[in-house]
């Protein structure tokens, strides 16, 4: 007897039909005689619709009221996967209800309810600890705590979220609480990609790949895990399987690096692709010491996430320092770059470049096979595509290009590197 | 300075215009110095939305996990209300925000959050404690407590709701609570009315009106405030004030009856119908002890509000019982009569009449003035409307009729009685 976490993302509870069958799923599994716990992330659409409502109100929406209202879509997602479970669970004559209809496979429960504590930072909360008691006691009466991803309380019981994919997030996170055997990713794809498909029609899923390039996927835009889920799931050696929701078959594995057999080292596994990106450059700096702490201090403090960070060789005594931020953030980065030069940097230019994409391959080969990384500027300067930043890590290469462009690129990586023919 | 609790209704928050016009409203009344409690319900039209998910996952749902889907609802009105809030009152300077977007005049506040404790019976909980150490800490520190309506957490931490209209009962209770000063109602109508304005166009607008004769408008269908906020607010004393969140004008004040001058007193102040009435008749029962008892006992465990009950003079030995319900209880009903007789009256004959009307007429005046009633029944007569069941109280007087005559009969009886010139 085995206990996993399924967690189920949004397309996978989007309609009442994939709720049911996320019901009948979560039952089926029960029966094998596994001990279950859901993970639930808002119905696909919701999350965006209560965003919308927010930024009628205000562009920058305030962060604790914010995340109040988000939260409510993983609630409601909790409320109908439960009746849904419930409700199959009757048609199967596992329970019958009382008078005042009530019964339950199902248990349903919130952050606040099973103590997943996390710090204040709204809209980017880290958990803290779980309160595990809970749920050993509704899994030791045979049921199914149905748990809403996403969401905790701080130590306030300020309702925060973790940032988009979050679910994926907790679920990880409960799962190394209860010491799961299993962490099933259920998702709207099959697994894991060599690149996305939508990008090039060669891409091809992988059977299994390690962590550490996992964590270099989810972290250059292959949106199918959020990257903090896979460090996680790393360090408590948790065993992710993603795969889908609409399709039983065999996902990809997420494993340690030292499960996976030496034959499978391939140089690189995956290309990816993150287009909403934005490029900052801030130049007429004073080449003082402290600068570069003052910028990423003050968009840290913000918890803005900056990227690719270059800066040139200054001339004049000024310096120029150019970064990337993802585009949701450009907003809030502006307005406090602006600040900054009207407090400190009088003399700053900030020059911002849009539809910037940002491609990369990723491989735990590459660290011991040179020239990797002159090759991929060769593929792309041979689709004649402009590389205008590079940053690279042991196990990945990446170039920011043009937005338009980065399609070409991929296919270009994709086929230079042959990932359509291995494994 | 006074204390003010204020509930803003589902269209009243309706949409973002209105949203910020109940943010600036709620800003202005701090201004003027008084200490603000806010109350909000659902946006109108979500939790329709809501409702309409679990009926396509389960026609009767399970009755926990509807209540947590539901409460989300209000959440969502108090993560944007309080957004609005924040955002007004930086545009008026009253806060500036942090790097990490926060703030605020205002609290968001979920019914956990607050210790709104209540009973397990979900759908139709009842109130049982309010903590008000944080909503006295929030106004203290001059800030707004926006609370969601509707909904708190029993004993064991699951979210229950308040029924519909619940979030009137809410309101009240944290005025209590907090000893409130004023409690206002705000509403898509600017008071209650002598009768329904869409049913009778002679409807006059009440300036004041006792808790008692309140309480019977809103256990005969006059929608503006639910009974049990009107029982809680008679029973603390607190004075209710049901106004327009469109319309600035004075609405009506709800008080007790000595603080009415006798001079006021009328006969009939209104006329109330309740459109959506099923009556039940229970064939063929045995006359024994306990019938009743076991009949009513069953409803009531399912909390069934049963309305007018009529007993039949038995013949044969064989008793008739007729009573009536809302049309939302009438598939539970059903099913448990169903099983009633299944179980202990098998030779029982349920027979159902859907589609009437309850229409009565209400006041304190009456109770020293015989023939009110002979009076209307001669009304209603005239009128050619056949009266069904008959049930009278100290201050009302109720006719069950034909669903499709309640117009006429509102009519008939607001004309007859005069409630047009009155006042």
Not at 58 to 76: T, V
Not at 104 to 119: C, E, K, M, S, Y
Not at 237 to 258: A, K, M, W, Y
Not at 264 to 281: C, M, N, P, Y
Request: aromatic letters at 4%; hydrophobic letters at 45%.
């Amino acid at each position: 007897m085995a206990l996993i976490v399924q967690k189920f993302g949004g397309t996978s509870v989007g309609t009442i039909d994939r709720i049911q069958h996320v019901a009948r799923w979560a039952l089926d599994s029960q029966a094998r005689g596994d001990d279950i716990v859901l993970v639930v992330s808002a119905m696909s659409g919701e999350t965006n619709r209560l965003v919308a409502l927010a930024s009628q109100i205000n562009p920058i929406p305030f962060s604790r009221e914010y995340d109040m209202l988000i939260a409510s879509g993983e609630q409601i997602a909790v409320g109908l996967v439960s009746l849904a479970i419930n409700t199959e669970a009757e048609k199967r004559g596992i329970i019958q209800r009382n008078i005042q209809n009530r019964a339950a496979v199902a248990a349903p429960l919130l952050g606040h309810q099973i103590g997943i504590r996390t710090d204040s930072v709204f809209s980017k909360a880290r958990i803290q600890a779980i309160d595990t008691s809970t749920l050993h006691k509704e899994l030791a009466a045979q049921r199914i705590p149905v748990i809403a991803g996403f969401q905790g309380v701080d130590a306030e019981n300020n309702i925060t979220t973790l940032g988009r994919g979050g679910s994926d997030t907790s679920a990880v996170a409960i799962a190394a609480a209860l010491k799961a055997d299993d962490c099933e990713i259920y998702t709207d794809v099959d697994g894991v990609y060599t690149t996305d498909p939508r990008l090039c029609s060669k891409a091809r899923k992988i059977k299994r790949i390690s962590y550490e390039e996992m964590m270099e996927l989810s972290s250059l835009g292959a949106k199918v895990l959020q990257i903090r889920s896979v460090e996680l799931a790393a360090k408590y050696r948790i065993p992710l399987h993603v795969r889908s929701s609409f399709n039983p078959v065999e996902g990809t594995r997420v494993v340690s690096q030292d499960l996976l057999g030496s034959m499978e080292q391939v140089l690189v596994s995956g290309v990816a692709a993150d287009t909403a990106q934005v490029k900052l450059s801030l130049q007429n700096l004073p080449e003082q010491p402290g600068v570069a702490a003052k910028v990423f201090g003050a968009l840290s403090r913000a918890s803005i996430v900056v990227d690719i960070i270059v800066q040139d060789v200054p001339s004049n005594g000024l310096l120029t320092v150019s970064f990337t931020i993802g585009q949701n953030d450009a907003l809030l980065a502006r307005k406090i770059l602006q600040e900054l030069r009207a407090t400190q940097f009088s003399e700053m230019r900030i020059v911002e470049e849009a539809d910037l994409a940002k491609v990369s391959i990723v491989g735990v080969g590459m660290q011991n096979h040179p020239g990797v990384a002159s090759k991929m500027f060769s593929l792309l300067a041979e689709a004649g595509i402009n590389i205008k930043l590079i940053t690279t890590s042991e196990i990945k290469v990446s170039c920011l290009i043009d937005g338009k462009q980065a399609k070409k690129a991929v296919e270009a990586l994709h086929e230079g590197f042959q990932l359509h023919l291995t494994e």
